[in-house]
């Protein structure tokens, strides 16, 4: 989701606790209501869900010996960082997920909670905290199965820090789905002059080029904290007809699967779709 979790001092060097900026969080504040409208603000991230909710499904299938019919994610633990509305922790409950959702933003766990609570069966499988992912450290270490942070790294100032509270509550051999956006110039191009302040796809003001992380780097912190990287693959939004594909570049957006360490190798490739995603991907488009 378009998440606010920033630290109070810039990547790498800091050791300190991170903190959320209060500028970013008034930004987010005025558009909390409007998570669920999936023609305004955030129809985006509301059509990523076709390609991101399939992939996160498909990747943890092809790495599980069991399987839940109508439940395939059964039991599986998953945090979703930076969660907004819930736009994420939704489909993946509906999948069968136990989902904690968490947002330093109130109105946005207020807009999440009263969202799902229309759902019986979310409200027993998600449950949303406004809480910044540093504060749940120390209660929630090696909890979960699953972490996903979906457009949120690239407003975070301390890159590393991050990573390693994800590595400290994620369990041995877990997983970390992560979505971003490159730095690049056609990233800047297009994701903030043509996507914010022509054609208004995100809110103006919404991005920091400054703070994009290219997957070269995302990949070196994530292996330089015990994570092994099994795939990275591009992503493209088309504004004509509000769809993402996956595509082979990575200049724009792109997306990464990473396995904590203690996992057994698996032999996806980090330039590939996993076959069974590639095969899979019209049927479950809309998911």
Same mark, same amino acid.
């Given at each position: 989701q378009l998440s606010l979790f920033r630290f109070t001092v810039k990547r790498p060097l800091s050791t300190s606790r991170s903190s959320v900026d209060s500028k970013e969080m008034k930004k987010f504040q005025l558009l909390a209501h409007k998570w669920w409208d999936e023609g305004g603000e955030y129809a985006a991230l509301h059509s990523m869900n076709d390609i991101r909710v399939p992939f996160i499904r498909d990747t943890l299938l092809s790495m599980s010996t069991n399987y839940h019919l109508g439940n395939p994610l059964s039991g599986i633990k998953i945090l979703d960082v930076g969660c907004g509305g819930g736009l994420l922790s939704e489909p993946l409950g509906r999948l069968g997920a136990l989902v904690t959702g968490i947002d330093p933003?109130? &109105?946005?766990?207020? $807009? @999440? &909670?009263r969202h799902k609570s229309f759902d019986p069966v979310l409200a027993k499988r998600i449950q949303y905290k406004c809480s910044s992912l *540093?504060?749940? #450290? *120390?209660?929630?270490? *090696?909890?979960? &199965?699953?972490?996903v942070a979906s457009e949120v790294v690239e407003h975070v100032a301390d890159l590393e820090t991050f990573i390693k509270c994800c590595s400290q509550v994620l369990k041995p051999e877990g997983s970390l789905f992560i979505t971003t956006i490159n730095k690049t110039q056609l990233s800047y191009v297009l994701g903030i002059v043509v996507a914010e302040k022509i054609m208004g796809i995100v809110p103006e003001g919404t991005h920091e080029w400054e703070k994009f992380v290219p997957p070269e780097e995302l990949q070196h912190l994530l292996e330089s904290n015990?994570?092994?990287?099994r795939t990275v693959n591009g992503m493209l939004y088309n504004p004509l007809s509000r769809s993402w594909s996956w595509v082979q570049s990575k200049s724009l957006n792109y997306a990464v699967h @990473? #396995?904590? +360490?203690?996992?057994?190798? =698996?032999?996806? +490739?980090? &330039?590939?779709?996993?076959?069974?995603?590639? =095969? =899979?991907?019209?049927? $479950?488009?809309?998911?």
């Open positions: 933003v109130e &109105d946005n766990i207020r $807009t @999440a &909670d *540093e504060e749940i #450290v *120390e209660e929630s270490m *090696e909890t979960f &199965d699953v972490i015990g994570f092994s990287v @990473a #396995v904590k +360490s203690g996992a057994p190798a =698996q032999s996806h +490739s980090t &330039d590939t779709l996993p076959e069974r995603d590639i =095969q =899979q991907r019209p049927a $479950t488009a809309g998911t």
